[in-house]
Nanobody, 121 residues
């Protein structure tokens, strides 16, 4: 069992930055690849970024490349999503996700409860 707790959401103006955190706990956290999804109002949940605990592999959705950066701190079992140059269309609930083994976008094993990011124009 893996527990994921997100934090760091809030209200920010367009062009601003936020850093989301996802604290993972559980006996076998290191065997999971971690990622972020988001769900905007009226839309389906969509992939944003993912990272292996070793940091050797990172994956990004095209619309966030160059603006968002995913990192991990293995000593804290925490994954971060640094979001810069935020746009109103980034407004969504952001969810942390854990996939056992290599990243497979459609095979998420655990979800966090989400943190709301609102970007005002």
């Amino acid at each position: 069992q893996v527990q994921l707790v997100e934090s760091g959401g809030g209200l920010v103006q367009a062009g601003g930055s936020l850093r989301l955190s996802c604290a993972a706990s559980g006996r076998t956290v290191s065997t999971y690849t971690m990622g972020w999804f988001r769900q905007a109002p009226g839309k389906e949940r969509a992939f944003v970024a993912a990272i292996s605990w070793s940091g050797g592999r990172r994956y990004y959705e095209d619309s966030v490349k160059g603006r968002f950066t995913i990192n991990s701190d293995n000593t804290k079992n925490t994954v971060y999503l640094q979001m810069n140059s935020l746009k109103p269309e980034d407004t969504a609930v952001y969810y942390c996700a854990a996939v056992w083994g290599p990243w497979r976008e459609k095979e998420v094993d655990y979800w966090g409860k989400g943190t709301l990011v609102t970007v005002s124009s």
